[in-house]
T-cell receptor, first 112, second 113 residues
Framework: KNQVEQSPQSLIILEGKNCTLQCNYTVSPFSNLRWYKQDTGRGPVSLTIMTFSENTKSNGRYTATLDADTKQSSLHITASQLSDSASYICVVSAANTGKLIFGQGTTLQVKP | NAGVMQNPRHLVRRRGQEARLRCSPVKGHSHVYWYRQLPEEGLKFMVYLQKENIIDESGMPKERFSAEFPKEGPSILRIQQVVRGDSAAYFC???????????FGPGTRLTVT
């Protein structure tokens, strides 16, 4: 069964600190993996998209990694800001259907 | 350029009523996707439409739910005879074609009382 699992479920960090969010997936065949940021009451906004051949991709203070062999991805946030408080969602696209399979998200709270 | 627009943002319906959710895709986008997010859960795919065609409705409940994307006007997700379990956030996304990126709207939060 195609699944995307994220950890931790929630995380609290102090402003300025770094953090890493994890994503494991069992989607096959794999097409691409995306990380989205979803602010409370808003729709998801794309942070990064990685295909099979890409190991890492950065978007400002966000850096995503992908290990297609172990089917794991991480999202590293550097020098966190209060505005980083949101839900971060890992989404994997299945190559045969094109469907997006969403993880449940990690809720990040950045405190001053 | 306006992004994906959804209205209403919040909708309250009593059990048994009908709910109509509207989605206007990014200008020029001909592909629309609907997702549902139940409380404390991740988004789940419902239906994928192109202009005047339903391409994939494998995520849609078999009864009471329907979707359309007419030649003119917004895409509509229609829920007939709503029940409490339909309470959720419904998100629409659009893309210009069969490309990777989907752009999400702000969602419609449906509450069934």
């Amino acid at each position: 069964k195609n699944q995307v699992e994220q950890s931790p479920q929630s995380l609290i960090i102090l402003e300025g600190k770094n953090c890493t969010l994890q994503c494991n997936y069992t989607v096959s065949p794999f097409s691409n993996l995306r990380w989205y940021k979803q602010d409370t009451g808003r729709g998801p906004v794309s942070l990064t998209i990685m295909t099979f051949s890409e190991n890492t991709k950065s978007n400002g203070r966000y850096t995503a990694t992908l290990d297609a062999d172990t089917k794991q991805s991480s999202l590293h946030i550097t020098a966190s800001q209060l505005s980083d408080s949101a839900s971060y969602i890992c989404v994997v696209s299945a190559a045969n259907t094109g469907k997006l399979i969403f993880g449940q998200g990690t809720t990040l709270q950045v405190k001053p | 350029n306006a992004g994906v627009m959804q209205n209403p943002r919040h909708l309250v319906r009593r059990r048994g009523q009908e709910a109509r959710l509207r989605c206007s895709p990014v200008k020029g986008h001909s592909h629309v996707y609907w997702y549902r997010q139940l409380p404390e859960e991740g988004l789940k795919f419902m239906v994928y439409l192109q202009k005047e065609n339903i391409i994939d409705e494998s995520g849609m409940p078999k009864e009471r739910f329907s979707a359309e994307f007419p030649k003119e006007g917004p895409s509509i997700l229609r829920i007939q005879q709503v029940v409490r379990g339909d309470s959720a956030a419904y998100f629409c996304a659009s893309s210009p074609g069969t490309v990777i990126e989907q752009y999400f709207g702000p969602g419609t939060r449906l509450t069934v009382t």
